[in-house]
């Protein structure tokens, strides 16, 4: 199911790290994630929900920039 809150993810196993773009434009790396917690997101039927509950105020966050926001050289 499509979110309305989530535009795109992804995560880096070897760092434990869950990139998350959100809607607003806005991207965060959430770090120490671990591979489980990330399974359960991947598998969620509603990822804001799932990010909420398990995710959010539980694993540090730094707010980042997505490549394709990245300016163009």
């Known amino acids: ?3 309305s809150v989530i535009k795109a993810w992804r ?3 070897e760092g434990a790290v869950l990139t998350i773009t959100f809607v607003s434009g806005r ?3 959430y770090q120490a994630v671990p591979a489980d917690v ?3 997101f991947r598998l969620a039927f509603a990822k804001g929900e799932y990010f909420n509950r398990a995710i ?3 694993y540090p966050a730094i707010r980042t920039v997505e490549p394709e926001q ?3 050289l």
């Open 1 to 3: 199911m499509p979110s």
């Open 11 to 13: 995560y880096d196993s």
């Open 27 to 29: 991207a965060y790396a």
């Open 38 to 40: 990330a399974e359960g």
């Open 56 to 58: 959010r105020d539980r």
């Open 70 to 72: 990245l300016p163009l």
